[in-house]
């Protein structure tokens, strides 16, 4: 199956700094990939819908300033914690399906981001 | 707008057995897809199986099956032969069909959380 890339697996950062996430579709192209967010023992929450070369599509809520997200290539989205709070730590998920295929998106391995 | 519910938070199998999970969802719409994707402890998200709402067969792959009611809007999962490597969160998902008007996004239920006990 299609193999989607995310990087770093885990992240500690200090308070107030920023923070990148790494999605990477590495066999096929996307158009389109989205962001989630987990917390422990809970569902997956749509953060927001990542376009390439378009603006993001962010779900009520979440703070477009705070998590800015690039699509710059049809193979790699990015998610930036900008100013990062201990409150942001969390479990943050990316998925991409094949811009050819309709079928099921693909998920990457997820990043656990701990601020401290 | 569409909503997934899993009203089981969780579940216990014996090994060998067989054990099924719930799932409804409610849409207007008359195209859409559902999956079921496990969660291990990893965290990783795998899919488990998908299924087409214009097929009437259910999905089946290996061990697990669906049994898919479109018009009792249920969906839910059976996985046979219970090994222990089947012990996850199990997520219930709906997508519309793309050209239904609807987002490409996947809606998820609350999970279940499956444990299988030797």
């Known amino acids: 199956g299609a193999v989607v890339s995310q990087h770093p697996s885990r992240v500690i950062c200090k308070s107030g700094t920023s923070v990148k996430i790494e999605c990477r579709s590495l066999?096929?192209?996307?158009?389109?990939m989205f962001w989630y967010r987990q917390f422990p023992k809970q569902s997956l929450m749509l953060m927001a819908t990542?376009?390439?070369?378009?603006?993001?599509?962010?779900e009520q809520g979440v703070e477009k300033d705070k998590f800015l997200i690039n699509h710059a290539s049809l193979t790699l989205s990015t998610l930036t914690v900008t100013s990062a709070h201990p409150e942001d730590s969390s479990f943050y998920i990316c998925?991409?399906?094949?811009?050819?295929?309709?079928?099921?998106?693909?998920f990457g391995q997820g990043t656990r981001l701990t601020v401290v | 707008a569409q909503t997934v519910t899993q009203s089981q938070p969780e579940m216990s199998v014996q090994e060998a057995e067989t054990v099924t999970l719930s799932c409804t969802y409610d849409?207007?719409?008359?195209?859409?897809?559902l999956f079921w994707y496990k969660q291990p402890p990893s965290r990783q998200m795998i899919l488990v199986i998908r299924?087409?709402?214009?097929?009437?067969q259910n999905a089946t792959e290996n061990r697990f099956s669906v049994n898919f009611q479109k018009a009792a809007k249920s969906f839910s999962l059976k996985i046979s032969d219970s090994q222990l490597g089947d012990a996850a969160m199990y997520f219930c998902?709906?997508?519309?069909?793309?050209?239904?008007?609807?987002?490409?996004?996947?809606?998820f239920g609350k999970g279940t959380k499956l444990t299988v006990n030797p």
């Open positions: 299924q087409e709402a214009y097929k009437q």
């Open positions: 849409t207007s719409e008359s195209d859409y897809y």
């Open positions: 990542s376009n390439e070369g378009s603006k993001a599509t962010y």
């Open positions: 066999d096929f192209q996307a158009t389109t």
């Open positions: 998925s991409a399906r094949d811009m050819w295929e309709n079928t099921e998106a693909f």
């Open positions: 998902a709906y997508r519309s069909a793309l050209g239904q008007g609807g987002s490409e996004k996947l809606v």
